[in-house]
């Protein structure tokens, strides 16, 4: 396992891209406790889970980054819609396995994951490079068996492939983002004793065919006939066959909601840890 710093643009070959620290011209300091105020808003109020630029306006603009979308633009071209936006909380000593994500293994896209809150050396997220070009999720497996073990039996599956596959791990700070190709094989792990806070951002092409998962089995995915809003990002819509969200408005009346369920959800965090001191 390699630990990365730094990649060139040449990387983009690898489907992987980054880490990049948010300038903070585009994103000023302090506005990242802001957009994590919105992981209060309830996800009853949307129409997936990962819509959560349909309410948050915060969302919706770091969608626009011009940093962040500079990069999806090499991955995807000029035209370009958000079908995902999602907020992450991993608990302390928590792990999502490797996975595929099974939107992008049925329309091809992008995702960015960018560090909110209590990033540390002890929270990481790798990539399989290269992954991106195969066609199918990583290998499950169910026995028993040591992180070290688990890395070394899905390196080998990933190099059957591709012989140039490797497994990128990368310990971002906050601000940090990174791209990689949707396909892209990955696993994301909190040794730490803090609930870690990052949202992903997901973008494609106008033309691909969002659609809402009702199960994650690829390729045999069940899919809801409710229809996902989308947010229209840049360059034309083509051929778009998606429901898109063009000019969100934040109505002052949405914005006092918002408020309530943000200073709601402040003291219950307030009541949680007075009550497990
Ligand atoms: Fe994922």
Known sequence: MQNINEYSLEDIGTGIYGPVSLSSKHYPFGKYENL???RFIPTSMYTWYKSTHEKSKRVADLARNPQILEIVK??????????????????????????ADVEHMNWDGVTVWVGLKNLS?????????YSHEFNFSPPLYLDKITQEELNRNILEAAKVLNSKCEIKTFNLKVGEFIVWSGKAWHTTRN?????????ILQYCRPNAHVRIPLTYEYPHTKWSTVIA??????GLNFNNKNLLIINEKTSFINEIIRIIFVIQGRLIEII???ISI
């Open 74 to 99: 090499k991955f995807i071209g000029k035209d370009v819609i958000l079908w995902g936006s999602h907020f992450i909380h991993q608990k302390p000593r928590g792990a999502h396995s490797w996975h």
């Open 229 to 234: 809003p989308c947010l229209s990002i840049d």
């Open 121 to 129: 050396p002890d929270s990481s997220l790798s990539i399989m490079s």
């Open 191 to 199: 040794e730490s004793n803090q609930i870690r806070h990052s949202i």
């Open 272 to 274: 949680k840890k007075y």
């Open 36 to 38: 994590l105020n919105d």
